[in-house]
C-alpha cells in the first residue's frame, strides 16, 4: 500500500474473475500495516474509477501476444496518471499512456532495470544498461 514512499489511502483491483479481484484485496488488506483501503472495481466501472487513479499498474497477461486486448476495459487516463505495463510491447495501454502524456514504464524498461539489478547483485560490478536497453530494442 505504499506508492513512492506515501501511503496510499485507497488500492482498488480489477480482475475479470470478480472472486480473483476480492481475494487480491484481501490479501491486501491484511499485508497492509500502514492503513489505508483496498476495494474490488467492477469491470464495467473501471473507466470512471481510472480517472481518479494516481497510477494505473497492469500485470497481468492482457496485452500479451496473442491475447484479444479487446479484454482490456477502456481507462481515461490522465497526463498525471502513472503507467506502468509488464507487457512487452506496444500494447493498447501504452498507446493510451503515450496519448495522454502520462509517465510511462514499459516492460522493456522493467526487463532491463530487473536484469541491470541482477547483474549488479551477481557480479559486483555496474550494470551495462544502456547495452541492455539496446539490447530489448529500447525502453520504447
Do not use: H
Amino acid at each position: 500500500q505504499q506508492f513512492c514512499g506515501r501511503q496510499a489511502a485507497r488500492w482498488e483491483a480489477l480482475d475479470d474473475d470478480p472472486e480473483a479481484a476480492d481475494r487480491l484485496c484481501r490479501e491486501a488488506r491484511e499485508a497492509g500495516r500502514a492503513g489505508g483501503t483496498a476495494s474490488p472495481v467492477r469491470w464495467d466501472a473501471v473507466a470512471e474509477e481510472s480517472r481518479r487513479c494516481d497510477a494505473v499498474v497492469n500485470a497481468t497477461t492482457i496485452g500479451l501476444a496473442g491475447r484479444a486486448e479487446a479484454a482490456l476495459p477502456p481507462l481515461a487516463i490522465a497526463k498525471e496518471t502513472v503507467v506502468v505495463d509488464y507487457v512487452y510491447g506496444d500494447t493498447a495501454l501504452v498507446r493510451g499512456a503515450r496519448e495522454a502524456g502520462s509517465r510511462l514504464v514499459t516492460g522493456e524498461a522493467l526487463l532491463v532495470r530487473q536484469g541491470a539489478l541482477a547483474f549488479t547483485l551477481w557480479t559486483g560490478q555496474p550494470a551495462p544498461e544502456a547495452v541492455m536497453t539496446a539490447a530489448v530494442g529500447g525502453t520504447r
